[in-house]
């Protein structure tokens, strides 16, 4: 059985970018006969906005995007909102410390950036250069209050199978190495809870936007440690701006802003459609003639410029 989700941040409204992968995993989940979950990921409350959530919601609906399971219907995997998930994010956690897949950090930023020999040009900073790692889990007198790290195993090589980006290794060891799984302040990190929750939730598939491809191996591997293994993934390229760059404008074009301009919401979906390579015609339900065409293979890998979606 398909299950795919969707699992926006209520941090603020619902982009274009955003739009379009929600328009993808929708089409997707009904080509495969499955079903649309949708989980919201509120983890990071200083930047929860209050409100966003219905109002994502709202837009994902005015889209046409309907989903089986969530926050707002329930279903078998109750609660579908991440803040309302700690029990299962703690048991994972303590799941890996009793196999000694565990250590606490206390190294700032800097510190691990000026330790660092090969800085790694992820978003999330330089690979951690295992400074605390021979230190396990005693309780020394810590300098701020500790992160949780995961303990890589050496050898991490793992190997993704993208649906749209194809096939691509790599060692996580070497690339990421120890990531963090909970912060100092005691916040679970995205990496840990979109892993205990896909798992949990029995996601088959993740469509979703590609910056998050660089998370893929470390989710995989951490799936993998957790006695599952990672969903497909199928990572759609982002929208951008004529710098080619992950576009303010893109991100700053809210699907409200368009509603309130007086767009039409199929109208919306078949402009997405088509920037992407697929062509749905007039139909009165874009998304359900897209689920008829799409290839994910034709989404291609090159980010789609933004002045097509307008
Ligand atoms: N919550 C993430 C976001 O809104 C998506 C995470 C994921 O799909 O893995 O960008």
Avoid: N
């Amino acid at each position: 059985m398909y299950r795919g989700r969707f699992a926006p941040s209520p941090t603020g409204e619902l982009h274009l970018g955003s739009a379009a992968t929600a328009v993808f995993a929708a089409a997707r989940a009904l080509q495969m006969r499955g079903v649309l979950v949708m989980r919201l990921e509120d983890l990071d409350v200083p930047r929860v906005v209050p409100g966003a959530a219905a109002a994502l919601l709202d837009d994902l609906h005015w889209l046409g995007i309907s989903w089986a399971e969530g926050p707002d219907l329930g279903g078998p995997t109750v609660p579908y909102t991440q803040s309302e998930r700690h029990l299962l994010y703690e048991a994972a956690v303590e799941d890996l410390a009793r196999r000694r897949l565990t250590y606490l950090c206390d190294c700032s930023r800097a510190e691990i950036a000026s330790a660092a020999s090969a800085p790694h040009a992820g978003e999330e900073g330089p690979r951690y250069p295992g400074t605390c790692r021979p230190h396990g889990m005693t309780q020394r007198s810590f300098r701020r209050s500790p992160a949780l790290r995961l303990a890589v195993p050496a050898a991490s090589l793992i190997t993704i199978d993208d649906a749209v980006l194809g096939t691509w290794s790599e060692d996580v060891a070497q690339t990421t190495g120890d990531f963090v799984l909970r912060r100092g302040d005691g916040t679970f990190a995205y990496q840990l809870a979109v892993v205990v929750d896909d798992l949990a939730m029995g996601i088959t598939e993740v469509v979703r936007a590609s910056d998050l491809a660089s998370s893929a191996p470390r989710q995989a591997l951490l799936a993998r440690l957790l006695g599952g293994s990672a969903p497909r993934f199928a990572h759609v390229p982002l929208v951008v701006d004529g710098g080619g760059r992950l576009s303010k404008r893109a991100r700053g074009v809210p699907i409200a802003e368009q509603r309130r301009s007086g767009r039409g919401a199929i109208e919306l979906v078949r402009a997405i459609a088509s920037a992407y390579g697929h062509e749905v015609g007039d139909r009165s339900d874009p998304i359900a003639a897209l689920a008829e065409c799409l290839d994910l293979r034709r989404l291609g890998v090159a980010p789609v410029h933004v002045s097509r979606l307008m």
